[in-house]
């Protein structure tokens, strides 16, 4: 039996095209910290310390295949708004092809 060769493997995935077709998010992070509940209702009331935003599902699998060196091919619907925008940005920084990145008017982008 032949011996897998991650190393290999890793060499032949940069020349690699891979299309990764699924539902883009964008995952939002905030953080801070809980100084006081609500008098209105009992629910904590957050002090933003910061916020930070990363590629979720599909552009999560994006994401880690650039990470790999692979040039991959994003084919998703996002919406016409900020966080459609937020999305592409992300992704062209992590030289993601976004060219299938599609633009829908009628629907929101998935957050």
Request: net charge negative.
């Given at each position: 039996?032949?011996?897998f060769d991650?190393?290999k ?7 690699a ?6 539902d883009i ?5 905030v953080y ?11 629910v ?6 910061r ?18 060196g ?8 996002v919406?016409?708004?900020?966080e459609g925008?937020e999305?592409?940005k992300l992704?062209?920084a992590?030289?993601?092809?976004t ?6 008017d009628e629907?929101p982008?998935?957050?």
């Open positions: 039996m032949e011996r991650a190393e493997c890793l060499k032949n995935m940069t020349s095209r891979i299309l990764v077709a699924g998010m964008l995952d939002r992070f801070g910290a809980v100084e006081r509940i609500s008098p209105e209702s009992p904590p009331v957050l002090s933003i310390s916020e930070n935003s990363m590629l979720g599902g599909a552009g999560n699998t994006l994401a880690n295949l650039a990470g790999l692979v040039k991959p091919v994003a084919l998703s619907v919406g016409n708004d900020k925008s999305i592409r992704a062209e992590l030289d993601i092809n060219a299938g990145l599609l633009i829908d629907r982008t998935i957050v």
